[in-house]
């Protein structure tokens, strides 16, 4: 249950990140594909962006701990939640 918290709790913390900027008009409500992809058209940002293509990799990350939060914590669980919190370092200066 630990990794379903601590895999939530990312995903807020990323979401809070984004949604405390005051320079997108809309929110981004969350972290799959499809959400990220509306949040960009609806804010008019470029895709190749680095703060988009952040976000996309923390997604794919994030994702990848969902598949495996029934397994058994391995090291490749543990460093893809290392990644994860330094790419939301990263998100937060690309954003500024």
């Known amino acids: 249950m630990d990794e379903f ?9 990323i979401l809070g990140v984004v949604n405390r900027q005051t320079v997108y008009p809309e929110e981004l409500c969350g972290l799959s594909k499809k959400a990220i ?19 996309f990799q923390i997604a794919k990350k994030l994702f990848f701990l969902a598949n495996k939060s029934q397994e058994q914590i391995t090291e490749e669980y543990k460093a893809l939640s290392s990644e994860i919190s330094f790419l ?7 954003i500024g």
């Open 5 to 13: 918290n601590n895999r939530m709790d990312a995903q807020r913390d």
């Open 37 to 55: 992809e509306r949040w960009i058209s609806s804010n008019q940002l470029n895709p190749k962006s680095e703060t988009c293509d952040i976000l």
């Open 88 to 94: 939301k370092i990263n998100l937060e200066k690309s």
